[in-house]
């Protein structure tokens, strides 16, 4: 069973600061995407990364892929409210149908 | 707005009753999935229809069914429900992925469904 371990569960930061996500497997994934979730809403995809040791940025937002492609990474320079949200990683399954496994998300919380 | 639309938004009802979620997918996609996440679960795949047949499986419950229908619309039917079935519903479409690579879903903004 493909499973993928997001860390850390919950972030609170000021405004400004920096902080990383990561999204962890044993198992390999074709591709690995992110998507942020706002409540009472749906997940809106960011980003996909594909190739082992991608790299794209999106703003102020950086994900990158492991060489190997069982982990990624999401990057946050200066942090603002708006940001605010669940993160999810979800990598496509190996049956390459599209079916996605999606981690336990990482709450983020930014202050003012 | 991702183009799907889900009806209802919420839905409120008793142990052992039997409800039905309704999806209507993006123009032209003719993929639909149907998630569920709960809090303790996050979220789970649960059943992929590719226009009109049934794609894929996950943990989808013997007590819940899908089918989608010729107009590409799907429905999520729950039946014999217990407290623990209280979560959200979410479906989601996407078109025919490029060249075999990944499909990119857009999901719909879900229904709450609270078993009482």
């Known amino acids: 069973t493909q499973l993928l371990e997001q860390s850390p569960q919950f972030l609170s930061i000021q405004e400004g600061e920096n902080l990383t996500v990561y999204c962890n497997s044993s198992s390999v994934f074709s591709s690995l995407q992110w998507y942020r979730q706002e409540p009472g809403e749906g997940p809106v995809l960011l980003v996909t990364?594909?190739?082992?040791?991608e790299v794209k940025k999106l703003k102020r937002l950086t994900f990158q892929f492991g060489d190997a492609r069982k982990d990624s990474s999401l990057h946050i320079t200066a942090a603002q409210p708006g940001d605010t949200g669940l993160y999810l990683c979800a990598g496509e399954g190996s049956s390459n149908t599209g079916k996605l496994i999606f981690g336990q998300g990482t709450t983020l919380q930014v202050k003012p | 707005d991702s183009g799907v639309t889900q009806t209802p938004k919420h839905l409120i009802t008793a142990t052992g009753q039997r409800v039905t979620l309704r999806c209507s997918p993006r123009?032209?996609?003719?993929?639909v999935y149907w998630y569920q996440q709960s809090l303790d679960q996050g979220l789970q795949f649960l059943i992929q229809?590719?226009?009109?047949?049934?794609?894929a499986k996950g943990n989808i419950l013997e007590r819940f069914s899908a089918q989608q229908f010729p107009d590409l619309h799907s429905e999520l039917n729950l039946s014999s429900l217990e407290l623990g079935d209280s979560a959200l519903y979410f479906c989601a479409s996407s078109p025919p992925a490029a060249s075999g690579g990944p499909e990119t879903q857009y999901f719909g903004p879900g229904t709450r469904l609270l078993v009482l």
């Open positions: 990364v594909v190739t082992g040791g």
């Open positions: 123009s032209g996609d003719l993929s």
């Open positions: 229809y590719y226009n009109g047949e049934e794609r």
